[in-house]
């Protein structure tokens, strides 16, 4: 499904990643680790066109879309959550799902898809979205990246800074979104539920790759060493 050959890429004139390789298959949840720093949200700017690599390539589904601004990449199935819970706060909660919805083909049915997926949105779709708390707000990120149908969802640190009591539902979302069929490359900290959750992890640090492997529980002795480099 997209895969980053050799990427380098930074701000100004220094290099953040450093010739990262990786490939995410269609169908499965990908887990990106690595400490504050490592360049984790830098890859994820590149993979969706937020950032132009210096080199190296981005593929998606064979197709080089290096070049690609971020809009053209959306229309290809990419869809990105960034980090923070990001909406409109001045917006009530089914006017930002409006927002995505409108000019979008059975955008109509997609915010009534979103409804039942998340229903802490339904229950609070008058209330502005700057009032709803930190997991109904990464609930409604994850709603309006949604509707866009994509077949690649980006994740940025979904449960930072979430109550706990809501981390296991959002965790939950994302295990069943991948259930489904999307194919999901998630950034995260809380290195038990990305290996649960994933087929495949890379640990990232200092802007390169320093462990990959296979998903589980049975690969966190690797993943916290490889943390520590």
């Not at 995410?24 to 949840?29: L, N, P, S, W």
């Amino acid at each position: 499904m997209l895969e980053l050959h050799d990427i380098h890429v930074g701000y100004d004139r220094a290099d953040v990643i450093h010739g990262v390789s990786l490939e995410v298959a269609a169908g499965e949840i990908f887990a990106i680790m690595g400490h504050n720093g490592a360049g984790k949200t830098t890859l994820l700017k590149t993979a969706v066109g937020l950032l132009s690599p210096r080199s190296g390539r981005v593929v998606l589904d064979g197709q080089d879309v290096t070049r690609l601004r971020p809009h053209q990449r959306v229309a290809r199935g990419i869809s990105y959550v960034p980090q923070g819970q990001l909406s409109f706060p001045q917006l009530t909660t089914a006017e930002n799902l409006q927002v995505v919805a409108d000019g979008r083909r059975r955008g109509s049915a997609q915010v009534e898809a979103m409804y039942e997926r998340f229903p802490v949105l339904r229950e609070f779709a008058g209330r502005k979205a700057g009032l709803l708390s930190g997991g109904q707000r990464q609930q409604l990120a994850i709603a309006r990246a949604l509707i866009t149908q994509p077949r690649l969802l980006i994740l940025d640190e979904p449960t930072e800074g979430i109550q706990p009591s809501i981390v296991a539902e959002i965790e939950q979302h994302i295990v069943s979104l991948a259930q489904e069929g999307l194919t999901v490359l998630l950034v995260e900290q809380h290195v038990g539920f990305a290996l649960t959750a994933s087929s495949h992890y890379a640990v990232l640090a200092s802007g390169r790759i320093t462990s990959t492997g296979e998903g589980g529980t049975a690969a966190t002795t690797d993943v916290r060493a490889a943390m520590t480099i």
